[in-house]
């Protein structure tokens, strides 16, 4: 076999076969390393078994349900684990180094072992690489909790081997693991506890999805302890505490599936190869690619998403990135969430509190349809499920969906379609769906948006209106100003050049030309003029003069900028991002802080707007707004003042245009108000 390879991709999971695959296709020498078995986790402890086991189960349940038991259920309860063993041996007949090697990829079984930058040895060979991805995966997180005997524990990695289904089993953990294998277990007879150490059980989803998600697991008669610590282990009871009891309660068990994490798989000598961790995983960019330019990290060992699609989703974005020699980047895309159970649970986009931080309580509209509404639930008995979607009022953007119920995870899929393709609820309101059918739950959802919409549509056109209202007069303003000055040069005859050089001379000659300075200063806020720009200017006419001057117009349109602030404050997330990051500071130590900023020369016109909208004290902003553009007004003034209009205007752009001892001057100014900025800001 040969050693060196365009790329080397460690771990046959789902992310490291989509990309070994791909790349293979794409015409790359592809080495294959996986350290134990083809097809990684999902394939042959993760969402393979587990949705055969959930698939068994459910069909029992039902069966069960109606004729009760027989010698035909219990001996089908009893091949539960048999059927799931089948599954996986199906689905791994066509994972194999055979079919690989038949598509043109080596693979070799063994550890990878990182030696250098471009290098890795596995089983004492040592294979180099132009680029290399890895895709190992993650490992169940695991508890320490004395008296646990070590083959009492279940994870996903050994549940399936079993031989029978626990006739006791205690789950620690209400994350999706936990949920399925919950539900699943207990369908198949198993007595089941569920310890979750938080007060909200399926704390993830929306919380009017969590009492009908609860009430199917207690209908299966599942124990749920909220607030729960395992104490100890006694044999087969588990000691458990909650934080709302002085009383232990004691929990009987045969096995203990754990299931509260996972931790990524990280390869040896990735320190060596000058690969980045913590304790999350590898540290990789927006396109996977980790601090070795050479080596991507996809998957759960590097992505805060752990799930199946979204390493084949980062696996296609790695191979596009690759081949297209980095010219092309990776696509980021909305992650849809679907647990297994019965009814199923699903999600894509933002939650209730994600929606409402980056756009406002008041700029989205909350749409809840029950599946009682729909008659495809009506006919097959599941209306115990609820559609929940997060839309922007007016456009119809939906920005999140929350489902619980039958077909939970086929119906999502439109909505991931939706966000990802900026598809308003509007457009799927119009779409014809089958009738009858589940998804008509999403045209139920545009009804209900419709109408909402409909009811509100004149305070939000209102809404709309009010803020737009200070950019139409921004730009009338504008306009006229523009309007003047060209009908200003027609009537007098004059070029743009012979204009401008009047305005000076009338500015410069008159002892109106610093009041009308101060006063367009003062007004500047209302049409958003630059405060900088401005202060050049009066260096320009008026000299050093022109730091009295624009000393007294700065301080007068911080208060007009206060007030600006004050009349318009809105919601924080509809703010600038600068504006975001001093929000706190500026509440809790506003003159503080309004110091610092003026004498790092933030822009001068977001820190008085921003101490309007967070209503600092006016006193604390007009204190700290008349020390703190001290030094930067002199800066700019200085800036101004080294120009020579008149050798501009006689000569153009020369040496002797600019004066470099005002240049100096301000340079110094600067660096100066930056070194006390620092100073002060210290705690």
Known sequence: MKTNYDVVVIGAGSGGLTAAVGLSKLGKSVLLVEREHLGGECTNSGCIPSKALLHHAKTYHTAVSISGTNGNTENFRRNALLYVRSKIADILKHETPEHFKDIGIDVVMGEAVFVNKNTVTVNDTTYTFKKAVIATGSSPRMIDVPGLDSDKILTNQNLFTLDTIPARTLIVGAGPIGLEMGQALAMLGSTVTILDNGPTFAKLEDMALQPIIKKSFTDLGITIIQNATLTHFDETTAIVSTRDSDTERTIPFDKVLVAIGRVPNLPQGLATAKIAVTESGIVVNQNYRTSNRRVYALGDVADKFKFTHTADNAARGVVTHITSRSLLRVKQCSVPKVTYTAPEIAQVGLSQFEAEEMFGEQSIFRIEVPFSNIDRAVTDNTTDGLLVVLVRRLSGQILGAHIVGQQAGEILAVFSVAIDNKLSLWKLRRTIYAYPTYALVIKKAGDVFFATQIKHLRSDILSILKN????????????????YVWQLKVDSGQTFSELSLAIFNFITGTMWGPVIYILIYTFRPIIFFPASALTILSGIFF????????????????????????????????????????????????????????????????????????????????????????????????????????EFMKNGITADVIDGSFIALSAIIFIVSLVIAKRISKP
Not at 469 to 480: D, F, H, N, Q, T
Not at 609 to 625: D, E, S, V
């Open 468 to 483: 737009i209202l200070p950019k139409i007069i921004v730009a009338g303003i504008w306009i006229s100003l523009l309007l």
């Open 543 to 646: 000299g050093l003069w022109g730091f009295v001057y624009t000393l007294i117009g700065a301080n007068l349109s911080a208060m007009v900028a206060h007030g600006i602030g004050q009349f318009f404050s809105v919601a924080q997330h509809k703010l600038p991002k600068i504006l975001q990051n001093i929000s706190g500071p500026l509440r809790t130590n506003p003159f503080m802080t309004i110091l610092t900023m003026h004498l790092t020369f933030m822009p001068f016109d977001a820190v008085n707007y921003a101490a309007g909208i967070f209503r600092a004290p006016f006193l604390k902003h007009a204190a700290a707004t008349l020390v703190g553009t001290i030094l930067g007004t002199f800066t700019f003034v200085s800036i101004g003042a080294s120009l020579d209009v008149e």
